[in-house]
């Protein structure tokens, strides 16, 4: 059974830092993508960044520049390095990880960027 647990998240000034982990267990040996994913009240889900098995990255054009998705294969850890920080990033943040056709989805990890 996989299993994805975030870490991570909290509470931030605009233009600071923050570095969510997601480590996965129970994954099969092969699968396509990791990523993460945002979500606030009202609003879909969307894609923030995500890493093919290969390591190619994508990121949503709201945060190219800003953040950095990593793995450690080793580990079966992703990274989200989340830099310049600004208000609208304030989401639940859901790890994921896709062995087409199935997306499995961690709980989420807060994170607020406030003053």
């Known amino acids: 059974q996989v299993q994805l647990v975030e870490s991570g998240g909290g509470l931030v000034q605009p233009g600071g830092s923050l570095r969510l982990s997601c480590t996965a267990s129970?994954?099969?040996?092969?699968?396509?993508?990791m990523g993460w994913s945002r979500q606030t009240p009202g609003k879909q889900r969307e894609l923030v960044a995500a890493?093919?098995?290969?390591?190619?990255?994508n990121y949503a054009d709201s945060v190219k520049g800003r953040f950095t998705i990593s793995k450690d294969n080793a580990k079966n850890t992703v990274y989200l390095q989340m830099n310049s920080l600004k208000s609208e990033d304030t989401a639940v943040y859901y790890c994921n990880l896709v062995n087409l056709p199935i997306t499995y989805w961690g709980q989420g990890t807060q994170v607020t960027v406030s003053s």
């Open positions: 129970g994954i099969p040996v092969r699968f396509d993508a």
């Open positions: 890493i093919t098995s290969a390591g190619t990255a």
